[in-house]
Nanobody, 119 residues
Framework: QVQPVESGGGLVQAGGSSRLSCKAT????????MGWYRQAPGKQRELVAS???????NYQDSVKGRFTISRDNAKNTLDLQMDSLKPEDTAVYSC?????????????WGQGIQVTVSP
């Protein structure tokens, strides 16, 4: 089973940018769906962005126009470029690799990485 490991994140000022990267331990070319989730304190985990094998991309409304998801099958990576960050983007972000089931990605999860946006 392919395992994802996240990197990037940290502390950034509002209006700034940050890039998250998810490196998979194996070949991701056959993985049907990949995505980034986030969970803020006291809130439910939510799917921020996703990309499928055929290139279909979806974003949560709150990040449209600010976040960009991309996958590189040759490097076995999934990235999330986050621009114009807001304090409400503060959360633990996790990479998920697998397939969609009832609107959620089922499969392997990373440990999560903290992104903190200061006002």
């Amino acid at each position: 089973q392919v395992q994802p490991v996240e990197s990037g994140g940290g502390l950034v000022q509002a209006g700034g940018s940050s890039r998250l990267s998810c490196k998979a331990t194996g070949n991701i070319s056959s993985i049907r769906a990949m995505g980034w989730y986030r969970q803020a304190p006291g809130k439910q985990r939510e799917l921020v962005a996703s990309i499928t094998t055929n290139g279909t991309i979806n974003y949560q409304d709150s990040v449209k126009g600010r976040f960009t998801i991309s996958r590189d099958n040759a490097k076995n990576t999934l990235d999330l470029q986050m621009d114009s960050l807001k304090p409400e983007d503060t959360a633990v972000y996790s990479c998920a690799l697998g397939a969609f089931l009832l609107g959620h990605i089922i499969g392997s999860w990373g440990q999560g990485i903290q992104v903190t946006v200061s006002p």
